[in-house]
């Protein structure tokens, strides 16, 4: 099986990043190696640009992939859309100079839109029934409006500050993207698949919270139960030699843990740990 990964850009680390913690380590990735084994035989990296990973899927040279829902999008390939991996999130706007006479999409009749994008770009027109041209441009987008190439941009936003730099105001909002993983339709059900499926989602499920064990009189523990938001009911078992004594663990929001110490250890709770969860499979 094959998975194609962004080679470079600000998508690489975050994706790397993810597969260790997802337990796939990589070996051999070094720098300007074009495809590197897992620590899972049948699982081999290909580093690809981000923009190119639904066409390597499309063509067969991958089975899944790992980029933008933009850059999907904008393939044109319909492939299957398997997880959200909750980076690269960001938003595809139409924009145009703030002091300009563009205020709306129909202003735009007859003028020109410069785009990295130009399929979703024009799928977003056909919508409209506004046809302006569009110039497409492979980077640098938000100058085109001030040096009289294009009306208005389809460009990617997140923070808003490269728009505000170059002094351009949104007026639609085109898409919104995150990084996912995708499969080709055909190998979806495949059980490797689900199986990389399961261990990224496995990551997202554990980010954000916090494991959480202690000891609690017997006799206290439904007080106890009472003030532990938990995933599910705690899991409580016996100390060996516990002498009324029982050790209760369970998983907890990030933001609870604090306010759940305090309550529990008012509860009669003894021998508090809290330590980090890597992976989560529900
Ligand atoms: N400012 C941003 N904030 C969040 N996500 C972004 C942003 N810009 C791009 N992305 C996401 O990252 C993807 C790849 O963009 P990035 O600029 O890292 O790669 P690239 O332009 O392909 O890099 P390179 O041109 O160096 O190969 C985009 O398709 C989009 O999904
Ligand atoms: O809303 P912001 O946080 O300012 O981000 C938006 C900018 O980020 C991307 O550019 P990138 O940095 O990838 O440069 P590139 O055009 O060279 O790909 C995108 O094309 C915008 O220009
Ligand atoms: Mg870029």
Known sequence: MRLAVPNKGRLHEPTIDLLERAGLHVENGADRKLYAETVDPDVTLLFVRAADIPEYLADGAADLGITGLDQVRESGHDLADLLDLEFGRCRLVLAVPEDGDVASVEDLAGKTVATE?????????????????????????ELTPHVEMADAIVDITSTGTTLKVNRLQVIEEVLSSSVRLFAREDVREEPKV??????LSSVLSADGKRYLMMNVPEDRLEDVREVI??????????????????AVHAVVS??????????VKKRGASGILVTEIERLVK
């Open 229 to 246: 938001p938990g995933l599910g009911g705690p899991t409580v078992m016996d100390i060996a030699d516990g002498d009324g004594t029982v």
């Open 117 to 141: 994008f130009p399929t979703i770009t024009r799928e977003f027109f056909a919508e409209t029934g506004v046809d302006p041209s569009i110039v497409e441009v492979t980077g640098a987008t």
């Open 194 to 199: 689900r199986e990389i499926r399961t261990a």
């Open 254 to 263: 990030e933001r609870d843990v604090f306010e759940t110490i305090t309550e």
